[in-house]
């Protein structure tokens, strides 16, 4: 039973840090390309960052690159969102998923990832 559990959100200051945690159960994280997405109220849900299976290849959005580094660990079967320089417009809910399509890529489509975990709120005040 696949289940992804993500956890470490919180509020924090504008230029603070926050790291989320995914943890995963029911497969081995570097077998899957793994993302986050977040969510604003009022928006859609955005691709924020991912990585890929063993080469732990990594994407990010433009809105978060040189702040935000997705990384993994094995041993504990989690995948990590370190955020630092946090701003206030990455307020939202942050949501880790696995990839299920046939080709795995480097994607921030939701509609490419079928597993998805509860998400986390992250609140940064200005």
């Known amino acids: 039973d696949v289940q992804l559990q993500a956890s470490g959100g919180g509020l924090a200051e504008a230029g603070g840090s926050l790291r989320l945690s995914c943890r995963v159960t029911g497969f081995t994280v570097d077998d899957y390309y793994i993302g986050w997405f977040r969510q604003a109220p009022g928006k859609e849900r955005e691709g924020v960052s991912c990585i890929t299976d063993s080469a732990g290849n990594t994407h990010y959005a433009d809105s978060v690159k040189g702040r935000f580094t997705i990384f993994r660990d094995n041993a504990k079967n989690t995948v990590y969102l370190q955020m630092n320089s946090l701003k206030p417009e990455d307020t939202a809910v942050y949501y880790c998923?696995?990839?299920?399509?046939?080709?795995?890529?480097?994607?921030?489509?939701?509609?490419?990832?079928?597993?998805w975990g509860q998400g986390t709120q992250v609140t940064v005040s200005s």
């Open positions: 998923a696995v990839e299920t399509v046939d080709r795995p890529r480097l994607s921030d489509l939701t509609a490419d990832y079928g597993y």
